[in-house]
T-cell receptor
Framework: EPEVTQTPSHQVTQMGQEVILRCVPI?????FYWYRQILGQKVEFLVS????????KSEIFDDQFSVERPDGSNFTLKIRSTKLEDSAMYFC???????????FGSGTRLTVV | AQRVTQPEKLLSVFKGAPVELKCNYS??????LFWYVQYSRQRLQLLLR??SRESIKGFTADLNKGETSFHLKKPFAQEEDSAMYYC???????????FGTGTRLQVTL
């Protein structure tokens, strides 16, 4: 069964550093998403991306965050200057269209120290 | 705005006992609801969706529009059912899922 792949599985970074989280969506999927789950809390939507642009973003997705599909296969989430409160599990997801084939990756645990 | 409420943080049942994980939603449009399961901080896995009306691993869920609920049920709990369960509402405008806070199901012997 096709999977959404995320790397790395765990990243530790110093406060103020830039971090890039990488995702390889399922190959025929056209819609891409990032979600965040702070430890012990619920999964929260960050951003959706289609046709090389952001479709919607939540209030969490401020100017510190950006997304990119640099090469037609990867989908990245960049946090420009990390804060302690950015520590969370970040899940990438992709779908064919809308809810069709909506699949989550296994997540990247980001720890900001 | 859409909202999903899961009132129980933890539900502890004995093996073989019936399970009901509660989920209520608030949404002005036509709801499309899902249950996801997460084992030991692994990836979120789709358990079932209301449209398909199928039963996965013995779990079922019925959408009750009158009560705005989508409770997850299983007649006989198994140890391997122990996990976090999230109810989620899909809104087509942004193709995003709005999750509830989750319920940890703990099945004990």
């Amino acid at each position: 069964e096709p999977e959404v792949t995320q790397t790395p599985s765990h990243q530790v970074t110093q406060m103020g550093q830039e971090v890039i989280l990488r995702c390889v969506p399922i190959s025929n999927h056209l819609y891409f998403y990032w979600y965040r789950q702070i430890l012990g809390q619920k999964v929260e939507f960050l951003v959706s991306f289609y046709n090389n642009e952001i479709s919607e973003k939540s209030e969490i997705f401020d100017d510190q965050f950006s997304v990119e599909r640099p090469d037609g296969s990867n989908f990245t989430l960049k946090i420009r200057s990390t804060k302690l409160e950015d520590s969370a599990m970040y899940f990438c997801a992709s779908s064919v269209e809308g809810i069709r084939g909506y699949t989550f990756g296994s997540g990247t645990r980001l720890t900001v120290v | 705005a859409q909202r999903v409420t899961q009132p129980e943080k933890l539900l502890s049942v004995f093996k073989g006992a019936p399970v009901e994980l509660k989920c209520n939603y608030s949404y002005s449009g036509s709801p499309e609801l899902f249950w996801y399961v997460q084992y030991s901080r692994q990836r979120l896995q789709l358990l079932l969706r209301h449209i398909s009306r199928e039963s996965i691993k013995g779990f079922t869920a019925d959408l009750n529009k009158g009560e705005t609920s989508f409770h997850l049920k299983k007649p006989f709990a198994q140890e391997e059912d122990s996990a976090m369960y999230y109810c989620a509402l899909f809104t087509g405008t942004a193709s995003k899922l709005t999750f509830g806070t989750g319920t940890r199901l703990q099945v004990t012997l």
